[in-house]
């Protein structure tokens, strides 16, 4: 028997798959993991340098979390990655999206025993707004498919400026906008994140939620700040941040639990 969690955390990151400091990068996000412990991570833009490091024997990553189905390593440069410390049902895979030049999809963890479901994606990028809004309603139809209480869908939207996928399906919140209104959420912010080449401030990577059972608790932006260069044995001048991306990390309580 399967005890329902209290609280699920869950976390979502862009780890981004250029060669920068690539392994001290990716042990950095390793180190955000072991402090943490998400149940649910969903990682955009892995590499096969940075699968290696991560699916090691002593990785984190190897010893406590289990990886669902995903055959989008054999034939993408970079993809998503679910992996998670919960039961994998039989329903989890990995499902390419009907409308994609880039080779997009949605990564899907099963969890019946919970009445859960959450799916990661990387949507299309740049100049595709339409692939993209095709891409989330699918996403959210196949996650509603599933009829759980609760589904969360997450990654990297792609969602540029103004553009965005209100109204979203019944009962589907965005959890930042609705946790924190006045708070514009950047996780691109030049102004923080010094390895970005352009100005940028843009709330790209998101997490939706919908749930009978969990209310939302709380969520934090995670990679603020630059690697220790002394640890990483990097150069000072040049400031390292784990990505690209600021990650995101979402705290639900079951309801059943809650004040």
């Known amino acids: 028997m399967t005890t329902i969690p209290t609280t699920l955390r869950v976390m979502t990151w862009n780890i981004w798959f250029d060669s920068l400091a690539r392994e001290a ?4 996000v390793l180190t955000y993991v072991e402090e943490i412990l998400p149940e649910v991570i969903g990682f955009q833009e892995l590499t ?5 490091q991560f699916n090691a024997p002593n990785s984190i990553l190897s010893t406590t979390y289990r990886r669902p189905p995903n055959e989008a390593a054999e034939f993408q ?3 998503e990655q679910l992996y998670t410390t919960l039961p994998v049902g039989p329903r989890s895979r990995r499902t390419p999206y009907e409308w994609s030049y880039m080779g997009r999809g949605l990564s899907v963890l099963h969890c019946p025993q ?3 479901v959450v799916g990661a994606t990387h949507l ?3 100049d595709s707004a339409e692939f993209r809004q095709a891409q989330a309603r699918e996403a959210f139809e196949r996650l509603d498919s599933y009829q759980t209480g609760t589904a969360i869908f ?10 965005t996928l209100e109204p979203l399906p ?18 691109r912010d030049s102004e923080v994140n010094k390895m970005l080449r352009y100005p940028s401030q843009q709330r790209i990577d998101r997490i939706f939620i919908r749930s009978q059972n969990y209310k939302l608790v709380q969520m934090e932006i ?5 690697l220790d260069p002394d640890v990483y044995d990097l150069d000072p001048e040049q400031p390292i941040y784990p990505s690209d991306h600021f990650g995101l990390l979402l705290e639900i309580k079951h309801k059943a639990d809650a004040p």
């Not at 995670?222 to 630059?226: F, H, V």
């Open 154 to 163: 997450m990654g990297d939207t792609n969602l540029y400026d103004d553009e």
């Open 48 to 52: 096969q340098e940075s699968a290696e």
């Open 77 to 79: 440069g970079y993809w």
């Open 114 to 116: 919970l009445d859960l």
């Open 124 to 126: 299309e990028s740049m």
């Open 170 to 187: 019944t009962g589907w919140v965005d959890a930042w906008t609705t946790l924190y209104p006045n708070d514009p959420g950047w996780t």
């Open 222 to 226: 995670l990679g603020l700040t630059p």
């Open 25 to 28: 990068r990716m042990r950095e």
